[in-house]
T-cell receptor
Framework: DAEITQSPRHKITETGRQVTLACHQT?????MFWYRQDLGHGLRLIHY???????NKGEVSDGYSVSRSNTEDLPLTLESAASSQTSVYFC????????????FGPGTRLTVL | QKEVEQNSGPLSVPEGAIASLNCTYS??????FFWYRQYSGKSPELIMS????GDKEDGRFTAQLNKASQYVSLLIRDSQPSDSATYLC????????????FGQGTTLQVKP
């Protein structure tokens, strides 16, 4: 069965360290998205990609970067982790037109100390 | 700024009752609408999609869309304690290939 996976599921890091969160989907979806979810803020879009070599900034992209070298993967990098980036991170994917909704991975809980 | 608004709740209903969850959106050209269910500590799960005015039924769930009023709702019949979760409304606007705008979600509590 097609799926979307994220790793690690839990991560504790220190302020200033670089952290990469992995997202891998086997749906063969063109669109991939990264969100963060915090109490009181709902889902906020960080970065998204509509295909290989395509990346776009979302509403809260500062301090994050992504790269898309193949269809299946969209890793999210926190260049210098800050305590404000403590959150739950969700990856999602959707088909080209996006009309059938997005499918979410299980999430990564990141704690920055 | 395109927006999707939901009452955060909590909405509390007794077991067996109908739960009604509402969502309004600001972008008149929106064309696809989705409801996600999110259990505490879990990821959002797509449960309903609706694209045209009227009702769409799937088991105990009915999605209702009124584009003239920019309003979409989710009805859950015969509510069960297992329906207790946060329900997110999401809207896809015309002109983009996949971005969704999410509401903040409504927390539903079904009491036995």
């Amino acid at each position: 069965d097609a799926e979307i996976t994220q790793s690690p599921r839990h991560k504790i890091t220190e302020t200033g360290r670089q952290v990469t969160l992995a997202c891998h989907q086997t749906w063969n979806h063109n669109n991939m998205f990264w969100y963060r979810q915090d109490l009181g803020h709902g889902l906020r879009l960080i970065h998204y990609s509509y295909g290989v070599q395509d990346t776009n900034k979302g509403e809260v992209s500062d301090g994050y970067s992504v790269s898309r070298s193949n269809t299946e993967d969209l890793p999210l990098t926190l260049e210098s982790a800050a305590s404000s980036q403590t959150s739950v991170y969700f990856c999602a994917s959707s088909a080209l037109a996006g009309g059938y909704g997005q499918f979410f991975g299980p999430g990564t809980r990141l704690t920055v100390l | 700024q395109k927006e999707v608004e939901q009452n955060s709740g909590p909405l509390s209903v007794p077991e067996g009752a109908i739960a009604s969850l509402n969502c309004t959106y600001s972008d008149r050209v929106s064309q696809s609408f989705f409801w996600y269910r999110q259990y505490s500590g879990k990821s959002p799960e797509l449960i309903m999609s609706i694209y045209s005015n009227g009702d769409k039924e799937d088991g105990r769930f009915t999605a209702q869309l009124n584009k003239a009023s920019q309003y979409v709702s989710l009805l859950i019949r015969d509510s069960q304690p297992s329906d207790s979760a946060t329900y997110l409304c999401a809207v896809k606007s015309e002109g983009n290939t996949g971005k969704l705008i999410f509401g903040q979600g409504t927390t539903l509590q079904v009491k036995p």
